[in-house]
């Protein structure tokens, strides 16, 4: 009795622990949902508001209003299917994007996400392309370049020019359907001595952004330098900090402060959860690439290996590639066709990756069935689990055989009590003579942990589950469950702590996980019994910061354990008959 006391006060400190102490340690290895695109008022879904509202104007980290920013220099139109902005003359910047398919919040007057700003506003965060060297009178930040034409769209480009000195200098600039930039950069040598000349593309960012890096999501420098896709670096690396505990216990690459790499065959950019830019030199070129940063800004930049020679009337040709924009799976793994290294890998898929695509891609092709990701979520469950069935059918029945001898090890354990080493071997020889594996029941629970980390990684890092609705209040399965009973379901004022703030998804979640528990053999302990019946309820408040859809993806799961258990005792009622005996 003493024992079975001391278990269960045991399992309440750790419950106690895993409460309170979940919250921090998932904020790194497992990071919640994103921040809820619905709130609850009076009972009623209404939409957050709108953070995209032109940030900078009421930011006092702003220098200047963007608009007024925008009307200071002369600017060449952008305007393609996914991409709206403009390119600033004053530098030959790529400085005024925004993503016209995706917005801030799931509000019909919300912002398009913006992804570039100009320099001068709180949020400055541009591309631009030059040249350096030898003898060479380069552009500067403010050399005003003349352009053959008004607006840049996916079948008119522009072309930008300018002569400093002796020297001619063009940029022809296009853009594709999706969010990728073809930068070809032009040098005519128009004095009496050859020079030597580099170009370089340079990458500015004013701040970290809003999506911090964790262990499972990478947010931050990122490139390709000949060894695969770099996740190592992190911002604090640029500010001069050491790589963190568990970087260095990964094996990073990163060092503090500059972090450069010559490679073949790159390219290097920075990366939130769901949007990107990146450089890309030419595929065969070599390069030094990496990030610094010189001022307050986070900077990627590339040039040349080796400067090229420049002769008197003649001129060199280099060609480069911009991204900028959503990380849509699809378009990432066309560029990557296209001849981009690993290109599709700028979505830390990480080492389930094997799992993951697959899993993407036959639930993008359910929800194009269905036009519900939640349907789309059922159905994908329902097919692992169809898939999964013989295996969870000898678990099931694993699970009734040991239920049965459950009386015949109570009579060993209070036999050979005193006697561990001989109650293990009794206890072994009788699983052989009953021909019962315990550890059979475990398979398709083992089987299930890579699938239901693919799909959770799935919600997290695709934006194409982002603000996709469900049923009723749930507009955001990418999101936690806004509506809790908590606070009577929005009709009393206020708004529950995250802790407290279980939402109705989550406590379905515990009561489909507690009838699932009830059919499971019945522990011999009564501890066990105890922990047992409040584990659904512990894992209630775990879950309940997590992404609705994956919240869905385990109560239908669960359903399905059900029935299927329900099967095997209906078509093997001697099992059922002995597991009760």
Not at 14 to 43: C, E, H, M, R
Not at 158 to 178: E, N, S
Not at 320 to 341: C, H, M, P, S
Not at 374 to 390: D, E, Q
Request: charged residues 15%; proline residues 7%.
């Amino acid at each position: 009795m003493k024992n079975d006391q001391k278990n269960f006060v045991l399992f309440a400190v750790l419950a106690a622990v895993i409460l309170f102490g979940w919250q921090p340690l998932a904020s790194y290895f497992f990071p919640a949902a994103n921040p809820p695109a619905t709130k609850i008022v009076d009972g009623k879904s209404q939409p957050v508001a709108n953070p995209g509202a032109d940030p900078t104007a009421d930011s006092p980290a702003a220098t200047r209003d963007r608009r007024l920013v925008l009307r200071e220099t002369p600017r060449v139109l952008i305007d393609t299917p996914r991409l709206k902005g403009s390119i600033n003359l004053k530098g030959a910047r790529i400085d005024d994007l925004v993503l016209t398919r995706h917005n801030e919040t799931i509000a019909k007057n919300s912002d398009p996400i913006r992804i570039l700003s100009p320099s001068g506003t709180g949020d400055a965060y541009f591309a631009t392309f030059g040249w350096s060297g030898n003898g060479v009178q380069a552009p500067g930040a403010d050399t005003v370049w003349q352009a053959n034409g008004t607006r840049l769209t996916p079948a008119t480009p522009v072309t930008l020019t300018t002569q400093v000195g002796g020297q001619r200098y063009a940029i022809q600039i296009a853009v594709d359907d999706g969010y990728m930039f073809t930068v070809r950069q032009t040098l005519g040598n128009g004095g009496p001595q050859p020079v030597q000349a580099a170009t370089y593309g340079l990458l500015s960012r004013s701040g970290a952004g809003a999506d911090h890096d964790t262990w499972t999501i990478h947010s931050g420098p990122i490139g390709v330098f000949g060894n695969g896709v770099n996740y190592d670096m992190e911002y604090a690396n640029l500010d001069g900090e050491r790589p963190g505990f568990f970087s260095r216990l990964f094996g990073t690459t990163a060092q503090a402060g500059e972090n450069y790499f010559n490679s073949t065959g790159s390219w290097l950019g920075f990366t939130d959860k769901y949007w990107l830019t990146a450089l890309i030199p030419d595929q065969g070129t070599a390069v030094k690439a990496g990030f610094r940063k010189p001022s307050s800004n986070y900077q990627a930049d590339f040039q040349p290996a080796q400067p090229r020679e420049v002769k008197s009337g003649q001129q060199i040709v280099s060609t480069a590639r911009f991204f900028a924009g959503a990380k849509e799976v699809d378009l990432l793994d066309r560029y990557e066709d296209a001849g981009i290294t690993q290109f599709g890998n700028a979505i830390d898929w990480g080492w389930f990756g094997i799992v993951e695509k697959p899993i993407f891609a036959y639930l993008d092709w359910l929800f194009r069935m269905v036009q519900n990701f939640g349907v789309a979520i059922i159905l994908l469950t329902l097919t692992i689990r169809l898939l999964m069935f013989p295996i969870a059918q000898r678990q099931f029945a694993s699970m009734a055989a040991m239920r049965a001898l459950q009386p015949k090890l109570k009579v060993l354990q209070e036999r050979y009590k005193d006697d561990k080493p001989r109650l293990q071997q009794e206890m072994m020889g009788l699983y052989k003579q009953e021909k019962v594996n315990p550890v059979a029941g475990c398979l398709p629970t083992l089987l299930q942990i890579p699938v239901f980390y693919a799909l959770y990684k799935v919600l997290m890092l695709t934006i194409e589950m982002r603000h996709q609705p469900f049923v009723g209040w749930i507009k955001d399965l990418s999101a936690p469950d806004p509506m809790t009973p908590v606070n009577l379901f929005g009709l009393l004022p206020f708004t529950p702590p995250g802790f407290l703030a279980i939402g109705v998804i989550p406590i379905l979640l515990g009561v489909s996980m507690y009838f699932q528990f009830r059919l499971n053999p019945q522990a011999m302990d009564p501890a066990q019994k105890q922990v047992f019946g409040l584990m659904p309820w512990v894992m209630m408040f775990i879950m309940a910061p997590f992404a609705v859809g994956l919240q869905v993806y385990w109560i239908t799961s669960n359903l399905l354990t059900v029935a299927q258990q329900q099967l095997l005792y209906s078509r093997h009622p001697g099992l059922k008959a002995s597991a009760a005996k």
